[in-house]
């Protein structure tokens, strides 16, 4: 199944998706958007641009697990993006997943403009890993 990842920012919203056999996934773009309404629409664009069949919207809870004002407005974003697309569109942990994003891109020396362009489509790319290593691991 072709899945695609979201990781929802007030500015810049990162995509990433996998290939049909649910083995790789790879940054597909960053939507520079500062309108929410937008940013959802632009969002269910790109839904049907590649074809996916889910999509994961990064949830960042706090590291206690609970719900901030950041994970609510995650939540939001899922909501409005069910209601345009005919896909499913789960929500999926993503505590700290920008700051491995910020590791990989220091470990490739990535910097300065570069750096806070792809930032958001690494972080959308581990969100993606993460729950595609959750469905491997619990197959029946």
């Given at each position: 199944m072709?899945?695609m990842?979201v990781?929802?920012?007030d500015?810049?919203?990162g995509l990433a998706?996998?290939?049909?056999t649910?083995?790789?996934?790879s940054?597909?773009?960053v ?11 632009k969002?269910s664009?790109?839904?049907e641009e590649y074809?996916?069949?889910m ?6 809870l706090?590291?206690?697990g609970t ?7 995650c939540a ?9 697309v005919?896909?499913p ?8 997943t ?16 570069k750096?806070?362009e792809?930032?958001?489509?690494v972080?959308?790319?581990i ?13 029946e």
């Open positions: 072709k899945i990842a990781d929802y920012g500015a810049r919203t998706a996998c290939d049909r649910e083995f790789l996934a940054p597909i773009g939507i520079q958007e500062y309108n929410f309404e937008n940013t959802v629409k969002v664009y790109a839904v074809a996916v069949q999509v994961v919207v990064g949830h960042p706090n590291m206690d719900a901030g004002e950041r994970a609510e407005k939001l974003f899922a909501e409005k993006l069910k209601a345009l005919n896909v569109v789960v929500l999926w942990d993503e505590r700290s920008t700051v491995s994003a910020h590791q990989v891109l220091n470990e490739t020396n990535t910097r300065g403009k750096r806070k792809v930032v958001d489509a972080a959308a790319t969100i993606l890993e993460s729950y595609l290593n959750y469905r491997r691991n619990n197959k």
